[in-house]
């Protein structure tokens, strides 16, 4: 199964668009607020949110668009 993370900040509009996209796949996905979480920002430090983390890999930063974040869900 595939493990993904959606990093985050207060009121982000993309972040909610990539959490929309990937209820339309049924694809399970973890929501982590970088504010609340310093950590997450040591191990993968994004400029602008969301983050999209697939597999412990940070893949995307910014709103990747539907047909590339799926396509790089499903080759895994």
């Known amino acids: 199964m595939v493990k993904v993370q959606i990093l985050t900040t207060p009121g982000c509009a993309g972040c909610a668009l990539v959490e929309k996209i990937l ?5 399970k996905y973890q929501v982590i607020d970088v504010t609340k979480n310093q950590k997450i920002l040591e191990k993968y430090p994004i400029l602008s949110a969301p983050g999209v983390v697939i597999d412990n890999k ?3 930063t910014g709103v990747p668009s539907e ?10």
């Open 67 to 76: 047909k590339k974040l799926i396509e790089k869900i499903k080759s895994r």
């Open 58 to 60: 940070l893949e995307f």
């Open 23 to 27: 209820d339309k796949y049924k694809i």
